[in-house]
Structure formats: C-alpha cells, structure tokens
C-alpha cells in the first residue's frame, strides 16, 4: 500500500502543530487568519469596557471613600488586566463548550453504545439538535476527527467529520459552536475538500457547516455544492500564497529592523 503523504506528518493535538519532514506546516486557521476581521478589535473593545464597568457598578462606596494613593493604583491596575482578557476569557470560555460537543459528537459515531452526552445544559441542548438532525440526516459517518494534509505539503489540519449518503455522496462536514456562521467556516471546509480530494480515494460532492451554537434548539446547515466549494478554495488557495508571502517578507523586513538596531546600538 502506498504511503500517503498525510501519513508523513506529524500532529501534534496540544498546539495544534504539524510538521513534515523536520518543517512546520501552517494550519488551515493559521491560514485563515489573514482574512480581514475588522470587527474583532471592536469587540474585544466593548467587552473590555463592559467587563470595567460591571467592576466599577459593584464597588462599595464606603470602602473607596478610606482608598489610599496605593488603593486607587492597585484597583486601576486591576481594571486594565480585567480589560485586557476579558475578550480573551469569553473565547477560552466558549472553546470549551465547542470542544465538549465535538467530543460528544465524535464518541457518538465512534461508538455510540458508549457515547454520553456533554454535561452543561446548553452544550447537551446543541447535542440534541445535533442528533435529531443527524438521525433524519440520510448521512453515514466515514471519518471522524480526519487528520488532512494539502498535496503539496502546504497546509494541515484535522477534519470533523466525512460523510456520506446513501448513493455514495461524499461530504466534508465541519461543526461550528460559535454565535454566528463566519466565511472563515465555509473556506474552511473547501480546504479540507481539496485535501482529501487530493488523495484519490474520494470525490467530494458537497460541503456542510453544521452550526451548533450553545444551548441552540435546532441545528443550522450551510451547504455548498461542489462547483461551489471548488470556487470557494479557489479563494483559500489565494490565502496560502499570501500566507508564503507575508511570512517570507516578514523573515526579510524583521533583519533589516535588528540591522537598524544594531546600528543604533552601535552609535
């Protein structure tokens, strides 16, 4: 049986790293993170001063009235680290939910005698659409947790779940758990497509997000087809190359700035 070149990479789950051959290999989220996201500072904003405010509205105004100079710094202090992560707690927060109903889901199609549900009310409402959605599905499990490598060695990543139906139809499916459908999810699943294509067993006919937000009563589907996933990782393979590129030129442009300052030291 000939070797795969997914079975050459190494996957590492505590980081999410993969490497071939001694080089480290970019995920497909690494990849999507060039896209513009130009609401995602504007809501770390907000909830940073939400978080401030809370903590201020619960201050005991008998106590500040005895603050000392160093009382008013310390709880200034306190006000810009509760700023600063909240955003960061929100995201660790709902990654855990989101990674309870992957868990779930995946022991569900390894084996489901076994299978339990996630413990959280929400998360096991998510498992509930999930389930009463799959059951109706049409849809067999091929794969689960699908580890997935680009031909050319220029991407990895770990895929969901491969599907298919019952004329043979093949699936890449992917669940999202966060608060909306963004169009980093469908490239996503168009990379995911492409790679498996890429190795010759399979034809990939379609492709599923399946949006699973916390305590959500019914599971949201976004398809596309397969002209439109092609077109869709025609877009994705654009953020590869530029990837390559912005990673090249930022090698270049970081020793011309050591180069600048080392000339200043040397002043």
């Given at each position: 049986m000939t070797e795969k070149l997914v079975d050459r990479v190494s996957f590492r789950d505590s980081d999410h790293s993969y490497t071939l051959a001694g080089k480290k290999l970019p995920s497909v989220t690494t990849i999507l993170g060039n896209l513009s996201k130009p609401a995602l500072p504007w809501w770390a904003a907000k909830v940073g001063a939400q978080a401030v405010e809370s903590r201020v509205l619960d201050l005991d105004l008998a106590v500040i009235s005895d603050w000392k100079?160093?009382?008013?710094?310390?709880?200034?202090?306190?006000?810009?680290?509760?700023?600063?992560?909240?955003?960061?707690d929100i995201r660790n927060k709902a990654g855990k939910k989101g990674t309870a109903v992957h868990a779930a889901i995946d022991a569900y199609h390894t084996d489901f005698f076994t299978a339990a549900p996630p413990a959280e009310p929400d998360e096991q409402a998510a498992w509930t659409a999930f389930l009463e959605w799959w059951n109706t599905s049409g849809l067999t499990a091929v794969d689960t947790e699908r580890k997935i490598v680009d031909s050319e060695g220029r991407y990895a990543g770990r895929l969901d779940l491969l599907a298919a139906d019952n004329a043979g139809n093949m699936y890449v499916c992917d669940i999202k758990?966060?608060?909306?459908?963004?169009?980093?999810?469908?490239?996503?699943?168009?990379?995911?497509?492409?790679?498996?294509?890429?190795?010759?067993?399979?034809?990939?006919?379609?492709?599923?997000?399946l949006h699973l937000p916390a305590g959500c009563t019914t599971i949201t589907i976004v398809e596309r087809d397969r002209e439109e996933w092609l077109l869709d990782y025609r877009m994705f393979d654009g953020l590869v190359a530029l990837h390559a590129y912005r990673k090249g030129m930022d090698a270049w442009v970081r020793t011309i700035n050591d180069n600048t300052n080392q000339t200043k030291d040397e002043a």
């Open positions: 100079p160093s009382d008013v710094e310390a709880f200034a202090t306190e006000l810009f680290d509760l700023a600063q992560r909240a955003h960061i758990t966060s608060n909306r459908v963004y169009t980093e999810a469908i490239m996503q699943n168009a990379a995911y497509a492409h790679a498996i294509e890429s190795e010759g067993d399979y034809t990939i006919r379609g492709t599923k997000v």
